[in-house]
């Protein structure tokens, strides 16, 4: 098994709702982590997790929420968001967080398309 | 700051036409290079490259990676529209605890 899966593909919510992403790996995979990513703009880091502990946060809002209940899943929590957080929201996970082994890079899931009403 | 600037930022060629991709980078503690394809979803893993000069191959695609000049290029030999796509490049540093840091993309259009 060598896929990211990530649920729900797309999520419509309005600012009051409590909602939550999904990302599951079954390839090993030691750091797990959420991008965000605008229209026609890259993707840009938002958590990382390195064997089960945050080790990044980019000073992301409080409305983001992430959780690691084990070393296959990642949840991102999400509460009165506003409509500029409608993204693609995706995940990603690798070897380990302090390396990224040749061959391997960076495997990502396919995204949750976030739209905030 | 780190820095990951793509070049160009978009073209169309025709099927059967070679691209070259440009990524330069200034990013402290660099390791890796990282290139990706994005269509409409997920960005899918193409190379990674940590040593200057070597080049990686897949198919009609290939890169290299120059460390002294702070760049790497992407080429796609014999275009096909299936090739149509965002390519990103990023950069990692070995101080980021696996942060990517991304270019804004090329976007490339094959017509046929």
């Known amino acids: 098994d060598t896929e990211v899966t990530q649920t729900p593909k797309h999520l419509v919510m309005g600012m009051t709702n409590k909602k939550s992403l999904k990302c599951e790996q079954h390839?090993?995979?030691?750091?797990m982590y959420w991008y965000k990513q605008k229209a026609k703009k890259p993707p840009e880091l938002m958590f990382v997790y390195s064997y089960e502990k945050l080790s990044i946060n980019e000073s992301v809002p409080s409305r983001f929420s992430p959780e690691c209940p084990n070393s296959s899943l990642l949840n991102l929590h999400l509460h009165a968001l506003q409509p500029e957080d409608s993204a693609l929201y995706l995940c990603?996970?690798?070897?380990?967080?302090?390396?990224?082994?040749?061959?391997?890079?960076?495997?990502f899931g396919s995204g949750t398309r976030l739209t905030v009403v | 700051e780190d820095k990951v600037v793509q070049s160009p930022l978009s073209l169309v060629v025709h099927e059967g036409d070679t691209v070259t991709l440009n990524c330069s980078y200034e990013?402290?503690?660099?390791?890796?290079l990282l290139w990706y394809k994005q269509e409409k979803k997920a960005p899918t893993f193409l190379f990674m490259l940590?040593?200057?000069?070597i080049e990686k191959k897949s198919g009609r695609l290939s890169s290299i990676l120059d460390k002294k000049e702070l760049f790497s290029i992407l080429n796609i030999t014999a275009t096909q529209t299936g090739d149509s796509a965002v390519y990103l490049c990023a950069a990692g540093s070995t101080d980021s605890w696996g942060k990517l840091q991304f270019g804004a993309g090329t976007q490339v259009v094959v017509t046929p």
């Open positions: 390839m090993g995979h030691r750091a």
């Open positions: 990603a996970s690798s070897q380990d967080g302090g390396r990224i082994r040749p061959n391997y890079g960076y495997t």
């Open positions: 990013v402290t503690n660099f390791r890796s």
């Open positions: 940590t040593s200057s000069g």
